[in-house]
């Protein structure tokens, strides 16, 4: 059975650094798509970042340069690392495997709140 | 700026048929982007209804149906029940990696 728990959400500062946890059962990260999205609070949700099987990753424009997606072969683990942080990247994060060219398993999320 | 648009609201009877629709602002909404739906409901993380189109998730009741009609995406729901009370999604896959979410339609079943 396919399972995806996240971890590492908080509470953290404008301007300041994160880094979201994604351990991964039932598949491993290594051969596998997968992606990150969030949902704002009271919004919808929205696609991050994404990484292909090889390491090629590819991120929504508005955070580019800022966030960077990787994994952990060993710890079978995805990772979202997320500095200079906004208000507006205030949400849940959530971390999903791709099927096709669509999202499959989700976690369960992990909320991110950046303010003063 | 690509915008991936949804109906906000919408209601419908039990027992009833609804089809949501995903359309674009960039033209016509076809195979090629993929549309793939999901529900949500509040404190939940999402659940993939359909994907390419028209392919039914795991466990997802025969109820549910993904199509194109005319220029848009469409998710149809045949014999509405209660617990189909959710937000649904509608996300466009645009190539290189990148997918882009319609904002949700809140439906509910009264």
């Known amino acids: 059975e396919v399972q995806l728990v996240e971890s590492g959400g908080g509470l953290v500062q404008p301007g300041g650094s994160l880094r979201l946890s994604c351990a991964a059962s039932?598949?491993?990260?290594?051969?596998?798509?997968m992606s990150w999205l969030r949902q704002a609070p009271g919004k919808g949700l929205e696609w991050v970042s994404f990484i292909y099987n090889n390491g090629t990753t590819c991120y929504t424009d508005s955070v580019k340069g800022r966030f960077t997606v990787s994994r952990d072969n060993s710890k079978n683990t995805l990772f979202l690392q997320m500095n200079s942080l906004r208000a507006e990247d205030t949400a849940v994060y959530y971390c999903a495997t791709n099927r096709g060219y669509a999202f499959d398993q989700w976690g369960q999320g992990t909320l991110v709140t950046v303010s003063s | 700026q690509t915008v991936v648009t949804q109906e906000p609201s919408f209601s419908v009877s039990p027992g009833g048929t609804v089809t949501l629709t995903c359309g674009f602002n960039s033209g016509s909404v076809s195979t090629s982007y993929y549309p793939s739906w999901y529900q949500q409901t509040p404190g939940q993380a999402p659940r993939t209804l359909i994907y390419s189109t028209n392919t039914r998730s795991s466990g997802v009741p025969d109820r549910f149906s993904g199509s194109i009609l005319g220029n848009k995406a469409a998710l149809t729901i045949t014999g509405a029940q209660a617990d189909d009370e959710s937000d649904y999604y509608c996300?466009?896959?645009?190539?290189?990696?990148?997918?882009?979410f319609g904002g949700g339609t809140k439906l509910t079943v009264l």
């Open positions: 996300v466009l896959y645009m190539g290189r990696g990148i997918w882009v």
């Open positions: 039932g598949f491993t990260v290594s051969g596998s798509y």
